[in-house]
Structure formats: C-alpha cells, structure tokens
C-alpha cells in the first residue's frame, strides 16, 4: 500500500509536493511512498470536484492517506467564502467521500508562490543573484514572477523551477506559512518517525 496520495491544483504544485515529500527528515516524519498528481481544471476544479475526484483516483485499497490542496485566489470563491470556509467544505466532503480520518484538505493563502516566499535567500540561490535584489513587492506571486524575470532566466517560473527551489528551501521557515505548517503538523500526526 502507498502512504500517501496528494491531489493539487497544477503543476506548480506538484512539483513542489514531489520534493518536499522527498525531504522526508526535513519535515520530521519517517520516509513513505507516496503519488501526487494534479487536477486538470486547476483551483475551480479542486474546489468544485476535488473530493469526488480523489475518491475515483485514489482507492483506500491503494493508498492510506490523502491531501487535497489549492490556492484560494485563482479558486473561485475569493468572493464568497473564507480560507477557512473553503477548507472547511472541502474536508467535510472528503469525511463524505469514506476518507474521514485519513484526509486533509489544504487551502493555500493566497496562493503556493507564499511558501517559496518564506525562504527568499533560497529563491536567491536559485536564481543566482544577491537576496536584497529580490523584488520588495508585498504579494508572492508578484515577487516571484518579477524575481524570475530579473534574474539571469528572464522568464515566468516553471515546474520544474517550484521544484528546484523546494528541494533547497528550508522548510522550517516554511512553516510561518500557516498552510504548510498544517500541512507538516499532519503528516507528523501521521508518518510518525518510529525509534
């Protein structure tokens, strides 16, 4: 059986999920086999048929636990919920869809480029220029597409860039992000590291 299987919202995001979950000493949990993969109609989709999806993907023949997770701008309900309401709704049908107990929905606030944000000398490194040159903007997205563009890529990030940065990212700073610190906490809950 497979530990763990985690649906996202792009590709973005499961390049990120591939190398955090191989940093299994990192994150404080013992190692465990796990498949992430990514919902084809991005943030609208997890939040419309996320749970119903996993449910057809991933079978608890399979697979022991399950994440779903999202940004919550670019989902849709920025106007009509909560972060909390929408992680909320996501769970409980998840709970509905037989993973109660064995699942966790993680809404990203605002959206996944807030976690590389955390670790800006990380970012830096990759790219290759001085931690002050990184853009000053508030919002993550921005700061990370700008950081990108003025640096010796001069294009928009990739997957396979989110990856990179994440196989280099201290993931303790991670965790001021209250999305990923849940996302820790749980998989700590769950993968406990066995003396």
Known sequence: MTDLFVLTADTDTLAVMNAVLARPADLGIR?????????????????????E??????????????????DYRGSGWERRRTPE??????QERLDGVTWRDNSRAIVVVP?????????????????GVNEAGLSSLSDPTERIERSFFHSRLRRKPRPK??????RRADVTLWRRDPAFDGLVTTLQ???????
Do not use: N
């Open 161 to 166: 860039d989110f990856e990179e940065v994440a």
């Open 85 to 90: 309401d929408c992680e909320r709704r996501l």
């Open 31 to 51: 190692p465990i086999t796990f498949e992430v993969d990514r919902h084809f109609g991005r943030d609208p989709g997890v939040m419309k048929d996320g749970p």
């Open 189 to 195: 809950a769950w993968f406990q590291v066995t003396a």
């Open 111 to 127: 959206e996944l480029e807030t976690w590389l944000c955390q670790d800006l000398p990380a970012v830096a490194r990759y790219l």
């Open 53 to 70: 999806l996993v449910r057809m993907r991933a079978s608890k023949a399979k697979f022991d636990k399950v994440v779903l997770l999202c």
